[in-house]
């Protein structure tokens, strides 16, 4: 079992950035893939970014168009991801997650362990 606390999120103008954090309970944390999923408001929740075991393959959106940058500690358990050139759209809650194993995936489904996520509010 796998426990996820995601923190830094909160309010920005637009263009500003944020650093999202999220930390692992699992002393086999390296073993595991990661994610960063987000979820807007009447929105279905959707991939962000991914990096595998290692931190040496990375996956992102479309849309975030070198904005983002996912990154991850295996000493400290963290992942996190780097938000900048933030907009009005980006507002969401922000979700990580743990796919056990060497592959990256970018489907709600493929994820098991999920936290409670971290509110995101983008101002215009």
């Known amino acids: 079992q796998v426990q996820l606390v995601e923190s830094g999120g909160g309010l920005v103008q637009a263009g500003g950035s944020l650093n999202l954090s999220c930390a692992a309970s699992e002393r086999t944390f390296s073993s595991y893939s990661m994610g960063w999923f987000r979820q807007r408001p009447g929105k279905e929740r959707e991939f962000v970014a991914a990096i595998n075991w290692s931190g040496s393959i990375t996956q992102y959106a479309d849309f975030v168009k070198g904005r983002f940058t996912v990154s991850r500690d295996n000493a400290k358990k963290m992942v996190y991801l780097q938000l900048n050139g933030l907009k009005p759209e980006d507002s969401a809650l922000y979700y990580c997650?743990?796919?056990?194993?060497?592959?990256?995936?970018?489907?709600?489904?493929?994820?098991?362990?999920w936290g409670q996520g971290t509110q995101v509010t983008v101002s215009s």
């Open positions: 997650a743990a796919l056990q194993g060497l592959r990256i995936g970018v489907r709600v489904e493929e994820y098991v362990y």
